[in-house]
């Protein structure tokens, strides 16, 4: 197999199977730079390949070791991971090596993306998990054909940190104290908020952390969370226009805690607009 034909195949990603089953993840990057370097050996394995001949030698049996950056990640947080693909401690470019998934209570493997092995015999991916814990295994195919290495190692990648309950029931027994309270452009309570001095208000009040008093830095300092993960007493943020531009205590059932605007007072609000990102606090 050519340096050419294995670079344009090591840019291969098979991936969407992941999306069909639901699976919380995304694949980023196959064989990039960014997943050169993985220093955590998580899984070996090692099949004899019935001594095939590749390129003029025996492949005899091939090894295959699975390795990951890191085990745990926060939300959004990116894995990189690699498999090392060699036979008698000679590197195996063109191995094809395939990635599968599951939830790590659930019980069927999922293909979500393929890479091949480059000329240093390493095949990387780059992905991040979503918003679960996943167990992630890879399978390795040799250039003639035969499976070297099934399910090498099966590892878990936990997914972000669950909401505090008891946080989160906090910051809106907090948000709901202050119903009724105007409206103030820059006011940041007691008496009167603007939509960050609520926020910031609340969550100090509750929790005793402090956030800065802007939509936009809120979020920006904010674990991001999927709208499919949010949960009452997360902040919900609303984007328009190119930036943040309003911020609110989410409360289920499609409401929201929130100062608006001139006119009106905090209160339990329907969320007006369906374009939101979501951040978490409690």
């Known amino acids: 197999m ?11 990603v098979l991936a969407t199977a992941a999306a069909a089953c639901s699976l919380p993840l995304s694949v980023l990057a196959v064989n990039s730079a960014q997943a050169a370097t993985i220093p955590t050996t998580v899984a070996t394995a090692s099949v004899s390949t019935l001594s095939s001949v590749w390129e003029g030698r025996a492949l ?3 090894q295959a070791s699975l390795s990951y950056d890191k085990l745990t990640v926060p939300v959004n947080g990116k894995v990189a991971t690699s498999v090392k693909v060699s036979a008698a401690g000679t590197a195996v ?3 094809e090596v395939r990635f ?15 890479s091949t092995a480059s000329l240093d015999g390493f095949a990387r991916l780059t992905f991040t998990p979503g918003s679960t814990s996943m167990s992630f295994k890879a399978d390795v ?4 054909g035969q ?4 399910n090498v190692g099966a590892v878990t990648v936990a997914g972000p940190v669950a909401a505090s309950a ?7 027994a907090m948000a709901a104290r202050y119903a009724g309270r105007p409206y103030g452009y820059g006011a940041s309570g007691p008496s009167a908020f603007d939509c960050s001095g609520y926020t910031s208000y609340v ?9 800065p008093h802007n939509a936009a830095a809120q979020y920006a300092v904010s674990q991001k969370i999927s709208r499919s993960a949010v949960r009452p007493g997360d902040l919900i943020f609303f984007s328009g226009g190119g930036g943040i531009y309003h911020v609110g205590i989410y409360a289920g059932n499609g409401r929201m805690w929130d100062a608006q605007h001139p006119g009106t007072t905090v209160g339990l609000h329907t969320i007006f607009s369906s374009s939101w990102v979501a951040g978490r606090i409690a």
Do not use: D, M, N
Request: proline share 4%; charged share 15%; hydrophobic share 45%.
């Open 166 to 172: 008891s946080g989160a029931a906090k910051v809106l």
């Open 2 to 12: 050519s340096a050419r034909t294995t670079s344009a195949a090591s840019r291969r």
């Open 93 to 95: 470019p063109g191995a």
């Open 203 to 211: 969550v100090r009040a509750a929790l005793g952390r402090s956030l």
């Open 100 to 114: 599968f998934a599951k939830a790590r209570t659930g019980s069927t493997w999922t293909q979500f993306a393929t």
């Open 60 to 62: 005899g049996s091939v």
């Open 147 to 150: 499976v070297a290495a099934a």
């Open 141 to 144: 195919v040799t250039p003639v």
